[in-house]
């Protein structure tokens, strides 16, 4: 079974800062995907970015960005110029891919970050 | 991406009654997925809905506490059965998107459910 831990629960930072949240995980399996989900207080939960594990190069969308560590079983979200709608719990979570379909996500106890204005 | 609706969007039951949750999606999808979120905790996945099949429960989830149906690509409902306040929980519907690799989990907006 895999598991997914994230150390912080709660950050703090002021706006424009960048901020990383961390995220580790622990599988005996090769293929797998990486998701980091943010979750704001009206509880949907809206996708940030998705990491291949067979992809070298760590994933980006525009203002968010990781650092894949794969040995390591690390996968870390950056959020630069912060802004105060980052405001939000961010899950990270690990899905097996078995090519025979999807598998359900298994999700970390989640970081709790907030923008200082 | 897929567009996700979940009926109702929130509702408070009496313990010992039962409650269906509904979820919707604009696409024709393999796989939809059900999760629990306990207050103040992060996303258990129940289980696993293929249609045409029976639903695969997650450990500690059983079918006769959580009765899921699949009768199409489209449509799923997760059903709480003799509801305690313990069952109070945010409970969301997810579908799996893309081919392949591509693939991506998208969630509904919850089901916010109080149980008294």
């Known amino acids: 079974a895999q598991t997914v831990t994230q150390s912080q629960p709660e950050m703090s930072v002021q706006e424009a800062e960048t901020v990383t949240l961390s995220c580790t995980y622990d599988?005996?399996?090769?293929?797998?995907?990486l998701f980091w989900y943010k979750q704001p207080p009206s509880r949907q939960m809206i996708l940030v970015i998705r990491?291949?594990?067979?992809?070298?190069q760590n994933a980006t969308e525009n203002r968010f960005s990781v650092n894949f560590q794969k040995a390591a079983k690390s996968f870390s979200l950056k959020i630069s110029d912060s802004q105060l709608g980052d405001t939000a719990m961010y899950f990270c979570?690990?899905?097996?891919?078995?090519?025979?379909?999807?598998?359900?996500?298994?999700f970390g106890k989640g970081t709790h970050l907030i923008i200082q204005p | 991406s897929a567009v996700i609706s979940q009926k109702p969007s929130r509702d408070i039951c009496q313990r010992g009654t039962s409650l269906t949750i509904q979820c919707q999606v604009d696409?024709?999808?393999?796989?939809m997925f059900w999760y629990r979120q306990q207050p103040g905790q992060s996303l258990t996945l129940i289980a696993t809905?293929?249609?045409?099949?029976?639903?695969?429960?997650e450990s500690g989830f059983v079918i006769d506490k959580f009765p899921i149906s699949r009768p199409n690509l489209t449509f799923s409902t997760l059903t709480v059965s003799n509801m305690s306040p313990e069952d109070s929980s945010i409970y969301l519907c997810?579908?799996?998107?893309?081919?392949?690799?591509?693939?991506?989990?998208?969630f509904g907006p919850g089901t916010r459910l109080l149980v008294l």
């Open positions: 997810s579908v799996a998107s893309g081919r392949g690799r591509g693939e991506t989990q998208y």
């Open positions: 599988t005996s399996e090769s293929n797998y995907y």
């Open positions: 990491q291949e594990a067979y992809k070298q």
């Open positions: 979570a690990f899905r097996s891919y078995s090519g025979g379909g999807a598998d359900g996500l298994t």
């Open positions: 696409s024709q999808v393999t796989m």
């Open positions: 809905a293929n249609q045409g099949s029976e639903a695969t429960y």
